[in-house]
Every structure is written in structure tokens, then in C-alpha cells.
């Protein structure tokens, strides 16, 4: 079994930064295939924000380009969003998600933290 664990978040300041980190671990990792991010707004649809993969190529959603910055983290099977310039419309449940390969290999499946709130104020 892999365990996403999400810190970072709480609240903001338009314009100011915050950062969220996010870190798997499990006995049977094999390899993280794509490390993203997820955004729940009030009332919206889980979306994409930003995701990274295991050759460090990055994809962002087009209203956080030039803003937020997706990176592998220092530890091995981790990574963070640093978030800058923030804004009220990027308040939400940010819930980290991974792509692993387990079990030599063998097995891939996606997995979920339990999600950040992350609120900034204008």
C-alpha cells in the first residue's frame, strides 16, 4: 500500500506565496511514474494544476503558468508546489496525486493524499 502525505497550505494573502509539499511511501514502491497536483474550489470539480513526472518534464493548468512551480522534492518519492503571486480564485482542497508502479514492477495504480485547504484572502 502507498500513503500520499500532504503538508503545507493554510491561508494567504493575495499576491503572497505559500508552498505544499507532498511525500509517498510504501514497502513496495517500485516507481512514481507522474507526481501532480489536484485543486477542489468551492462548489467545483476536482482539476488539474500541476503534475511532474519522472523525468522531471511539467505540465501546468493555463491560470497557474508563469505562477506556480511544480518540482521533485528532496527526499526520493517526493515533491512541492511552490505557489507565488496567489489569488482568491486559487483557493481550494489541494490534494496530491502519484501514479506508482509496485511490486517489481507488476502492479500500477493511483493513488490520493487526503488533501490541504489552501485559502487566500483578497
Known amino acids: 500500500q502507498v500513503q500520499l502525505v500532504e503538508s503545507g497550505g493554510g491561508e494567504g494573502q493575495a499576491g503572497g506565496s505559500l508552498r505544499l509539499s507532498c511525500a509517498a511511501s510504501?514497502?513496495?514502491?517500485?516507481?512514481?511514474?507522474?507526481m501532480a497536483w489536484y485543486r477542489q474550489g468551492p462548489g467545483k470539480a476536482r482539476d488539474l494544476v500541476a503534475a511532474?513526472?519522472?523525468?522531471?518534464?511539467?505540465h501546468y493548468k493555463d491560470s497557474v503558468k508563469g505562477r506556480f512551480i511544480i518540482s521533485r522534492g528532496d527526499t526520493e518519492n517526493s515533491m512541492y508546489l511552490q505557489m507565488n503571486d496567489l489569488k482568491p480564485e486559487d483557493t481550494g482542497v489541494y490534494f496530491c496525486?502519484?501514479?506508482?508502479?509496485?511490486?517489481?514492477?507488476?502492479?500500477?495504480?493511483?493513488?490520493w493524499g487526503q488533501g490541504t485547504q489552501v485559502t487566500v484572502s483578497s
Open positions: 510504501g514497502r513496495n514502491i517500485f516507481s512514481i511514474i507522474v
Open positions: 496525486n502519484a501514479d506508482v508502479m509496485t511490486n517489481g514492477g507488476r502492479q500500477r495504480d493511483d493513488y
Open positions: 511532474i513526472t519522472s523525468r522531471s518534464e511539467t
